[in-house]
């Protein structure tokens, strides 16, 4: 089974930045998606960011368009989260969740596409 491990969330002031990473575990696979999610206290969990792990091409939520950069390290089987110009509504905790399989990339966008989750970790910016 893939094991999801998120770690990097912290506490940060409006504007500052954190970097989220994601480290697989098991097995591994040469061709799925690795997304990030997250969700709010009393929100639905919503999408922020995916990439396709062997190609590289990345989608975004309009909210963080400019400001996440989701990135991948092939040899480390890790995915990143770097997060720029944070604002007090991305306050959540953010998980991270991986596919086994081919998926279109608009299904990037959709927790149920993911077959794995990690066990979240918390960000939370201030004002």
């Known amino acids: 089974q893939v094991q999801l491990v998120e770690s990097g969330g912290g506490l940060v002031q409006a504007g500052g930045s954190l970097r989220l990473s994601c480290a697989t575990s098991?097995?591994?696979?040469?061709?799925?998606?690795m997304g990030w999610f997250r969700q709010a206290p009393g929100k639905e969990r919503e999408f922020v960011a995916a990439?396709?792990?062997?190609?590289?091409?990345?989608a975004y939520a309009d909210s963080v368009k400019g400001r996440l950069t989701i990135s991948r390290d092939n040899a480390k089987n890790t995915v990143f989260l770097q997060m720029n110009s944070l604002k007090p509504e991305d306050t959540a905790v953010y998980y991270c969740?991986?596919?086994?399989?081919?998926?279109?990339?608009?299904?990037?966008?959709?927790?149920?596409?993911?077959?794995?989750w990690g066990q979240g970790t918390q960000v939370t910016v201030s004002s």
């Open positions: 098991g097995r591994t696979f040469s061709y799925y998606a």
């Open positions: 969740a991986a596919k086994s399989g081919y998926i279109g990339t608009y299904y990037y966008r959709t927790a149920s596409s993911y077959d794995y």
């Open positions: 990439i396709n792990w062997s190609v590289g091409s990345t």
